[in-house]
């Protein structure tokens, strides 16, 4: 099944729909997920470090039959290699991890940075360390001339550190993966980004778990009048704003009804900015609100997504 592409501010092509692999880490599951997701027609597959997968990715991609040049490789780097002069070696590890010469998007995982000897998903205050956010996306920056990837972006950046980040950099960030999905639309960042040159992929576009999205009515009814699941209806509300979405499934039948979009009407589409619930899975917050280090210019709140 062919998925469309995005053109990336620097004119690489990303395709709009891939596959999610957070929590995706059943040992075995995940290996022949990441080959049949590519037979079903998926080349877009979203990684990480932090996501400790990355070593059954790389071995999977290894025996699929899909010519690299038209498969496309995003991964992450964790929050404590945000020190300049450890950003290119948290690139190298990715890359032997996924056994790849080259990425085609690389982001920062999370906007703050985290001591390099802390390695965790839930950081206290005293683990956070002292890095300018700008720093480390010199050193993103740098890499792009070394070959190893085709383009550079961030994840979990707000609208207010994105405002500050812009005017400073000299590549722009191609793409901003945020939580996007029926009840968590952001719609403020996704214009702020939109008109800026960035690409929002949102990630948990289906909600997840304790996250009702697909069992909201308004979203069952337009399933029901299109005959279609209603996870087809949510991903395909965010593909019509322009916004690429990487569900994650280890079910072939899923696999399969997700690459498939549906043509919702202007009525439809309108009808969601009227949802009224507000969730999301990925809570930011913890007990990091205020993130004035960040730039390290001033002390304004800057608070995350």
């Known amino acids: ?56 990715i790389g071995k999977a991609l290894k025996e699929v039959t899909m ?13 404590n ?11 190298d590890e990715i890359l032997k991890e996924l056994q790849l010469e ?9 906007p703050f940075a985290i001591k390099p000897e802390s390695n965790t998903m839930n950081p206290t205050a005293e683990e956070l360390d002292n890095v300018p956010i700008m720093d480390t996306w010199r050193a993103m920056e740098a890499l792009v001339e070394t070959g190893k990837v085709r383009a550079i972006g961030v994840s979990n950046f707000n609208k207010a550190i994105l405002e500050k980040m812009v005017p400073q ?23 702020f980004c939109q008109e800026n040159g960035i690409v929002v992929t949102g990630y948990c576009p289906l909600g997840g778990t304790k996250i009702s999205v697909m069992n909201d009515d308004y979203i069952k009814r337009v399933a029901e009048a299109h005959a279609c699941t209603p996870a087809q209806v949510a991903l395909s509300w965010a593909l019509s704003r322009g916004i690429a979405v990487i569900p994650k499934s280890t079910n ?24 009224g619930k507000h969730e999301r899975k990925v809570d930011p917050g913890r007990d990091l609100r ?9 002390k304004a709140e800057c608070p995350l997504i």
Not at 105 to 110: A, E, K, Q, Y
């Open 1 to 56: 099944m062919s998925v469309q592409n995005i053109k990336l501010n620097n004119g690489v092509l990303m395709p709009e729909i891939g596959l999610g692999t957070w929590k995706a880490d059943e040992e075995g599951i995940l290996f022949q997920t990441i080959k049949k997701a590519v037979d079903l027609g998926y080349r877009h597959i979203d990684c990480a470090k932090i996501y400790g997968n990355q070593a059954e």
């Open 67 to 79: 010519p690299r040049k038209d498969l496309f490789i995003v991964s992450k780097i964790w929050q």
């Open 81 to 91: 290699r945000h020190r300049p002069e450890l950003v290119p070696g948290a690139l």
């Open 102 to 110: 080259y990425l085609d998007l690389l982001l920062i995982h999370w």
């Open 169 to 191: 950099c000299r590549i722009v960030p191609a793409v901003n993966q945020v939580e996007i999905h029926p009840y968590n639309q952001s719609p403020e960042l996704v214009k």
């Open 252 to 275: 072939e039948l899923r696999l399969k009804q997700n690459l498939k979009k549906v043509t919702l009407t202007s009525d439809e589409k309108r009808m969601f900015a009227k949802i």
């Open 290 to 298: 205020d993130l004035e280090w960040i730039f390290h210019e001033d």
